[in-house]
């Protein structure tokens, strides 16, 4: 996830966490199965399963290119940036002093969040199973949500100790 100028930069779409592409489809597949098994005499309203059905394939498909947001390590900050009207968050690296690995939470499936204050800590998560813990200097806990949690707390280590 590093591009030529060293700055690590990941997007993280809101519609490819592996558990909730399978729930759609599961709700997509039962569609289809009433629509299939509808007797003759009810076959006008079999139709809306199969509206219904199709519906569900076309959104999930379209939420695989969503961008939920994007994370960038540059010049001795992280800057996450949402998709469309959330601000754009900006973490001094310079205060940071503590980056850990984690695993992101112990539920089978977490919601996707941007900026969540709760408890004293800052959540950002669209998917995966890892996250990075970052503690400040005032004792404020971020939790990035990433799908390279190794390369993402390299590049942070390496931004901190920049001159």
Not at 53 to 61: A, K, T
Request: net charge positive; with cysteine; glycine share 6%.
């Amino acid at each position: 996830m590093e591009n030529k100028s060293g700055a690590f930069i990941e997007k993280q779409y809101i519609g490819r966490d592996y558990v909730r592409i399978s729930v759609r489809l599961v709700m997509a597949l039962f569609c289809f199965v009433a629509y299939l098994f509808t007797e003759e005499h009810e076959r006008d309203t079999a139709h809306i399963f199969l509206i219904v059905g199709c519906s569900i394939l076309l959104v999930s498909v379209v939420m695989m290119f969503l961008p939920h947001f994007r994370t960038l390590v540059q010049n001795k900050s992280m800057v996450l940036s949402g998709l469309w009207t959330t601000r754009l968050v900006k973490i001094n690296l310079g205060s940071i002093i503590k980056v850990e690995r984690i695993p992101y939470g112990t539920y089978l499936i977490n919601n996707p969040v941007y900026n969540l204050h709760k408890n004293g800590t800052i959540r950002f998560y669209s998917g995966g199973k890892y996250a990075i813990k970052l503690t400040d200097s005032d004792g404020l806990i971020y939790i990035i949500g990433t799908q390279h949690p190794a390369e993402l707390a390299q590049k942070i280590k390496e931004e901190m100790t920049k001159a």
